[in-house]
DNA sequence: GTCTATAACGAGATAGAC
DNA sequence: GTCTATCTCGTTATAGAC
């Protein structure tokens, strides 16, 4: 909390609600599909005075990038407090995706990847940072489970950490172009599978009581 | 091919060069991120006449999923046709992504998913036609392998034919960021692995004849 | 089929009043 | 901080000559 403590939480400032609007938009539409006047549309405040908050829309775009950086982070933290079993940090972790396709968003980061080459150059470099950032918070579950013997894992950590970035970022993708979110659950169930222990053979039978 | 016998092939007609040119940009920038000025330049041919051959952006960008359809499916033929073990199709078909990959493109559809929202409705369905191709070519071979005790399936096919369109489309996205081919050969290896019959546990020692 | 010329619009961005 | 007004440029697209 970064305002007093015993006051209700100020509005969200400008600029913040400025990010709202832009974030949803690169992750829906993209970079090079969105513009001032979107913006300016959704929040009914004209386009001169949005420049008045981000000079330029590549000053924006990074403070988007880094601002949902931090925000995963944050996200990722709060697992790794609160969850104690690896497995269970994985699932908390698909979630994450989950909840954004949930809204019909991309990944920021997925998005922008995608536009890369049309990117400002800060921007790029702070992509790579966040997928980065992302394989080594889940290469450090994965040795984390491998050790205590919660997971089993047939390669190096980091390429696991690679395959499961890779497969959700793409089953976003897919399944948001066919607005079916069941076909990201799918993917990330079936990946999962090959990272959890082997399953304990289920008889057909309904394991009921 | 389609011209007589006996002939050299004729060099592509304009409309043929336009499309490379429009894939080759949307590949690599996007559909938002590229303009008819753009294959102007590499073309040196006026946007006017680009007009002329197509007369809306979006029938360009309709000609260009379609034809890059036609293509993977005659790819697809081709490996059917060429490759008799299920296993060696797969990496087949991996190898048609690495194949785009070392141009530093992305899938043509995959980046046009990410930009979904903001395509013409006809390119919308174009794409997921698209998908359900390659989902069903996989599912095809996946089960031809299963039949034949070549490949090692846990669970329905059709979930890990979707599994390595995501895996592979989000290899591509990722890798291409880093600019590091690399990376998607490791993620593609290790989706690979989770499907070929368990490894012989290679010993340590090399094995050299 | 390709060109010149131009229309019509939207983009990112700035100046300066309030 | 937000506004009006404006600038400049790039965008898709068309008319009509060659």
Redesign the pocket.
């Known amino acids: 909390m970064r305002h007093p403590p015993g006051m209700r939480a100020p509005p969200p400032a400008?600029a913040e609600r400025i990010l709202d609007v832009a974030e949803r938009l690169v992750q829906t539409q993209g970079y090079n599909g969105?513009?001032?006047?979107?913006i300016s549309a959704a929040l009914?405040?004209?386009?001169?005075?949005l420049?008045?908050?981000f000079?330029?829309?590549?000053k924006l775009g990074l403070s988007l990038v880094l601002r949902y950086h931090d925000a995963f982070r944050s996200a990722l933290e709060a697992i790794q407090k609160s969850v104690p079993d690896p497995r269970q940090k994985l699932r908390a972790y698909v979630q994450l995706y989950a909840d954004v396709l949930r809204k019909d968003r991309l990944c920021l980061c997925g998005m922008l990847a995608a536009e890369q080459a049309t990117l400002p150059k800060p921007m790029k470099a702070a992509l790579n940072a966040f997928f980065d950032a992302n394989e080594r918070w889940l290469a450090g579950v994965l040795e984390e489970g491998r050790r205590s013997g919660t997971l089993h894992l047939e390669g190096p950590v980091v390429e696991e950490a690679q395959l499961l970035v890779a497969a959700l970022e793409g089953a976003m993708l897919v399944a948001r172009s066919y607005g079916d979110s069941k076909r990201f659950a799918a993917v990330a169930e079936r990946v999962l599978a090959g990272i959890l222990p082997p399953a304990p053979r289920l008889p057909k039978r309904v394991r009921q009581a």
Chains 1, 2 share one sequence.
């Open positions: 400008t969105f513009s001032y006047a979107d009914r405040i004209t386009k001169a005075s420049h008045y908050h000079p330029t829309k590549a």
